[in-house]
């Protein structure tokens, strides 16, 4: 008699009757705690044979289920890839059940997955092209869609949602008044400390009044209000009708005849352009209060000076200017915050994504239509 | 033979701040059965099997999975959750996964498989709900009838020894319910799985349920407990023969 091997365990046994003849008899309860364990165990048994035929005995088995398919399914994919017969016998009822669920009989587990195939570049460029095509297309139709409805608005002023408006400007507005003040506070305190230190040089302290409140005014004031807006609101729109989006909300509301841009995105716009301005001036407020804070307890200045002279350096054209910038800025950031969360598709991380493109978005507005303004400005 | 209890809930409570939803309520489950838990929509379905699995805290009485109280352990009861799957009623799935990659999750964490044994048994688990070929499919990318059942199968991953199943069949057509319906047998017979299913639909608890618990809303409490094809004609409650029978509720 041939040398006939043998190897076992608690779960398996396996004797080799005749050359490349084995049998496997395998035990007890095959599920997830053993069956890494088996087909570790069984592969090196397997694969280091040259093998004609391979059967697995069952009849001890009394528990399996899909982990134990699948030892079954990767020592038949071994068998066939040495192209030697596999068969199972001794299957009990609630086994054949079990692989009858998994269709263990089929050979398309041997098939390879159908694998998703990079396109080549060509396909790359054209499927970008198209899809920024198509974001140019929805960024101009939202534009004119919040135009016309702003005008619809204004001939039905009974169709604006009123409470949704007044909850939008007190989470804008008042809630962001905290952080706007106290930045604009430092911001004014360090402008007039670090250009104190050049105007002391010709005894010209008071100028520090007049740099702080047109620095602050005219150009500083509006896009620190607007850039703390961005992070606040603008993502927050975003992220709202993002998620209104994915969750078909939206289409909801489409359904029920509203006009989503007049339900959603109108008031979130007019709220932002009410307040922002409001919020600017707070911050060009407390931004001189900073500076007067430095120039009254560093540089010897007198309250009073401080004031006039900042009073005589600032004129009405001034002050409206800074707040009509912050007035542009309001409307890009809201209307930009609502174009993401239309174009929103997909699942959570793209709302995240909606979020994030809408404040760096915002921010790039707001710094390109303040440069504009400036150009604007020097050619008066 | 009386086959034992594997979860006991005991003197359940259960509030939302301070609406009361289930009041004092108190049952088993038992090895290896399929328990139906019905009732009307709102009377607290849901809310009974997030406090069943956890989620919730209950706000008096005693929840206990496999002889561990997961009430008193303060969130600490991962040995439960390793026992326990889930299908929740918005199935759930991670939208930024592909179907397979959200069964997969969980079959990398607990078990030593090799990756491309894990391949294959996502494939298994895919196919025992028909959902072959749609491995690399977002969930955003597929029916809610197909979400319901990857998330059955993501569910199904680690073969638990208790399965949860809030509304299987709500959303499927006919005869994808049936299939549903038969996947839960055969997976209750084949791996012997404790199944606690929510449902409404008349025929699958008909066919599915060995014992039924309905909750009622206006007592909050069980109103009926058995076996619903003796229920359907001899309780002595007239909303549950009227709930068996679709009949409307008389208004007067
Ligand atoms: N997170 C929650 N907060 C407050 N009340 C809730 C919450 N979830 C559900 N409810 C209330 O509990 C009751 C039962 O809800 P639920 O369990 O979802 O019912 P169902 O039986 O339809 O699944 C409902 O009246 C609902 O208003
Ligand atoms: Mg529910």
């Known amino acids: ?380 | 033979m009386k086959k034992q209890a594997i979860i006991k809930v005991k003197n359940l409570t259960a509030q939302y701040g301070d609406d009361v939803i289930l009041d004092n309520i108190s049952f088993d489950v038992f090895e290896g059965e399929i328990l139906v838990v019905l009732g009307s929509s709102g009377c607290g379905k849901s809310t009974l099997l997030r406090h069943m699995i956890g989620l919730d805290k209950p706000f008096l009485g005693n929840i206990i999975i496999d002889g561990e109280n997961i009430t008193s352990s303060d969130g600490l009861y991962y040995n439960v959750l390793k026992k326990i799957g889930v299908l929740f009623q918005s199935s759930a799935l991670f939208g930024s996964m592909t179907l397979s990659e959200n069964i997969a999750l969980p079959i990398k964490e607990y078990s030593d498989l090799s990756k491309s044994s894990i391949i294959n048994l996502v494939r298994m688990k895919l196919c025992m709900v028909n959902l072959q070929g749609y491995e690399d499919y977002l969930p955003s990318k597929i029916s809610g009838g197909m979400k319901k059942r990857a998330g059955l199968a993501r569910a199904l991953a680690l073969n638990p020894k208790i399965l949860f199943l809030d509304e299987p069949t709500a959303g499927l057509d006919p005869v994808s319910s049936a299939e549903i319906d038969e996947l839960i047998l055969l997976i209750n017979k084949s791996i012997g799985t404790t199944m606690v299913i929510v449902t409404h639909a008349l025929d699958s608890i008909l066919n599915v349920a060995q014992r039924i618990i309905m909750l009622d809303k206006t007592t909050k409490s069980i109103i009926a407990e058995g076996d619903p094809r003796y229920l359907k004609d001899h309780s002595k409650n007239v909303s549950v023969r009227q709930f068996f029978n679709r009949k409307a509720k008389i208004r007067i």
């Open chain 1, 1 to 380: 008699m041939t040398k006939s091997k043998q190897l076992s365990s608690r779960f398996y046994e396996i004797s080799e009757k005749e050359k490349g003849q084995i049998l496997i008899l395998l035990k007890g309860k095959i599920d997830i705690k053993n069956s890494a364990y088996l087909l570790k165990e069984l592969t090196p048994a397997i694969k280091g044979n040259a093998l004609s035929s391979l059967v697995i005995d069952l009849g001890k088995v009394d528990y399996l289920d899909d982990f134990g398919a699948l030892v079954l399914l990767e020592t038949k994919r071994l068998v066939a890839e040495q192209k030697g017969k596999f068969s199972i016998v001794n299957v009990k009822d609630n086994i054949k059940g079990i692989l009858s669920l998994v269709n263990f009989e089929s050979n398309e587990y041997f098939m390879p997955l159908k694998k998703y195939t990079r396109p080549n570049i060509l396909v790359h460029l054209g499927e970008s092209a198209i899809q920024n095509t198509d974001n140019i297309r929805f960024f101009i139709s939202f534009l004119g869609s919040v135009i016309l409805s702003f005008i619809h608005v204004c001939l039905h002023p009974k169709d604006l949602r009123i409470d949704d408006t007044i909850t939008y400007m007190k989470k804008t507005g008042v809630d962001a008044l905290p952080i706007v003040a106290l930045i604009s506070f430092l911001l004014g305190l360090v402008m007039a400390f670090t250009s104190s230190l050049q105007l002391q040089q010709f005894g010209a302290n008071i100028y520090v009044a007049s740099l702080v409140s047109i620095a602050m005014v005219s150009e500083l004031g509006p896009i620190m209000t607007a850039i703390v807006v961005a992070g606040r609101s603008g993502s927050a729109f975003a992220a709202e009708i993002g998620t209104m989006k994915i969750s078909e909300e939206i289409d909801a509301l489409f359904t029920m005849g509203f006009n989503t841009t007049i339900f959603l995105a109108v008031p979130r716009i007019i709220a932002c352009i009410i307040v922002v301005p409001i919020l600017t001036l707070f911050s060009d407020l407390f931004a001189i209060s900073g500076g007067l804070m430095v120039g009254v307890f560093m540089l010897d200045l007198s309250t009073t000076s401080y004031i006039n002279q900042t009073m005589e350096t600032l004129t009405l054209f001034e002050v409206m200017w800074g707040l009509g910038k912050s007035f542009v800025f309001a409307a890009l950031i809201a209307w930009i915050g609502c174009l993401r969360g239309f174009q929103t598709r997909g699942g959570a991380d793209s709302v995240g994504n909606a979020a994030t493109s809408a404040v760096v978005s915002s921010i790039f507005l707001i710094i390109l239509f303040d440069s504009i303004f400036a150009v604007l400005r020097s050619y008066w």
